[in-house]
């Protein structure tokens, strides 16, 4: 019955006296590959300017051969389709769309050099039907997939990210195969894109951080019966070498006293790790290396600097040389702050005094020099608290403590090397305060007393 009724058809065909061939165009490729265990679409449209079929949606495909009409898909008679074929063809069809796309469900080598062709409402045949069989596909069936192509764009520089896309070629457009990559990336996306000689393309772009300067990157497809195909790339990255910071926890340094400071080199590649020295090379000195998050790495050199009068206003150094030569060098200017138990000057004045309330009282105050005595001394005597020192008197009377303001002034001459404070009326709120002089050029503030107390040297009244 079907080979009946299909050489009806061909006997009715060929004694047609006119040809639909201007009026009808069927667009697929003339040749495809595909994949052995995998599937295959042959994508396949048509169109007309004249003699519209009766049902667009009606196609069925033929192999091409000398005599007869073998079906390769046929969805209104499934059981007359050969058996090579049978049950695992399909036909992507629609009443709109023009479609006549063709898959073949798990592709073996029986499929190879195989010539086939589709034909639109077959059951309606006439003086202006197409001539089908004079449009057709021939199958080519590989054992093995085309390795997948990697691309990489953006700058090659360790810490930087640049876009990786790898992209695989095939056949099987319904069930695009897998791309994955070696290595973990960020921010994957894949696209499926059909191409003009009737394959398809997947194409998987992510981000990949560059964390060293050497690294092979690698991708594998897997296509769908569970073939695969690997290639590789091999990224190689500029290394960067960021410049030296030096940092410390106060701008000043104590007379006597060791602070930390920490030279730091940041660079990107392990292999560029480098030594770091200081100008002041005979204080401790702990180096170490440190590996921070992404390709951040780190030499970290932390001096235990003690500073000395004679070094303000020098520079201290922290000099860098890395393995390939190259060099760098960070300073900072030192600022020293004095320690008072190293002052040029030193004062005697008693352990304490006794006064009436509303009378006056005088602390004899005696004070001299190491070295010749500056001119244009300015004497400021101060209240001994734990915290803070406020101010029993100065020249300028400035800023004076409530209960003293207005009632202190030196007795003596500052040029005779005497210091004396006199205090005009006693009140009880004077009682058991504790005062001291300070006899310098320079303010108390440029000094500091770590390890020094005037308690010991200061009046009680």
């Known amino acids: 019955m079907f080979w009946f009724r299909h050489l009806l058809r061909h006997l009715w065909f060929l004694g047609c006296l006119y040809s639909a061939t201007q009026a009808w165009r069927v667009d697929m490729p003339r040749n495809i590959k595909g994949l052995l265990n995998s599937c295959l679409v042959i994508p396949c449209s048509f169109d007309y300017n004249r003699y519209p079929p009766k049902r667009a949606d009606r196609v069925v495909w033929y192999q091409y051969v000398s005599r007869g009409y073998p079906l390769v898909y046929d969805n209104w008679y499934p059981g007359d389709v050969i058996s090579m074929y049978r ?246 200017t030192i600022w020293v702050k004095r320690n008072m138990l190293n002052l040029d000057w030193s004062f005697t004045t008693p352990g304490s005094v006794t006064g009436m309330k509303g009378s006056c009282v005088i602390i004899p105050c005696k004070f001299s020099y190491s070295k010749t005595q500056p001119s244009g001394l300015q004497v400021v005597w101060y209240l001994y608290q734990s915290n803070g020192r406020p101010d029993v008197f100065n020249q300028k009377q400035s800023n004076i403590l409530s209960r003293y303001n207005g009632i202190t002034h030196l007795s003596g001459s500052v040029s005779d090397s005497n210091c004396s404070l006199k205090i005009d009326r006693l009140d009880m709120s004077h009682n058991e305060d504790k005062l001291y002089p300070w006899v310098d050029i320079n303010p108390i503030t440029s000094y500091h007393s770590q390890g020094h107390s005037f308690l010991d040297k200061s009046t009680k009244i």
Not at 176 to 184: D, K, M, V
Not at 248 to 266: D, I, N, R, W
Not at 278 to 292: E, G, L, Q
Request: net charge positive.
């Open 87 to 332: 049950g695992r063809t399909y036909v992507y069809t629609s009443t709109y769309k023009k479609s006549c796309t063709l898959e073949i469900e798990r592709v073996n080598w029986n499929d190879h050099r195989q010539k086939l062709y589709p034909w639109v409402d077959p059951e309606n045949v006439g003086s202006s039907t197409y001539a089908f069989y004079d449009t057709t596909v021939t199958i080519e069936v590989i054992g093995q997939p085309q390795r997948p192509q990697i691309m990489i764009f953006g700058e090659r520089k360790v810490g930087n990210s640049v876009t990786v896309q790898c992209s695989a070629q095939h056949t099987c457009s319904t069930r695009p195969p897998t791309l994955s990559f070696n290595i973990a990336m960020k921010n994957k996306k894949v696209i499926h894109t059909q191409l003009s000689d009737g394959t398809s393309k997947t194409t998987l772009t992510a981000t990949l951080d560059l964390e060293t300067d050497l690294q092979v990157v690698k991708c594998t497809v897997e296509h769908p019966g569970g073939k695969t195909a690997t290639t590789s790339e091999t990224l190689t990255a500029q290394c960067s070498i960021l410049p030296l910071s030096i940092s410390s926890l106060s701008t000043e340094y104590l007379e006597g006293v060791a602070s930390q400071v920490t030279c730091e080199a940041s660079y990107t590649c392990s292999n560029n790790a480098p030594v770091l020295t200081w100008n002041y090379a005979n204080m401790p000195v702990n180096t170490r290396d440190i590996k921070s998050s992404g390709s951040s790495r780190k030499t970290v050199s932390t001096l235990a600097f003690t500073a000395s009068a004679k070094d303000n206003g020098n520079y201290l150094t922290c000099s860098a040389r890395f393995p390939g030569g190259q060099t760098q060098q960070k300073s900072t």
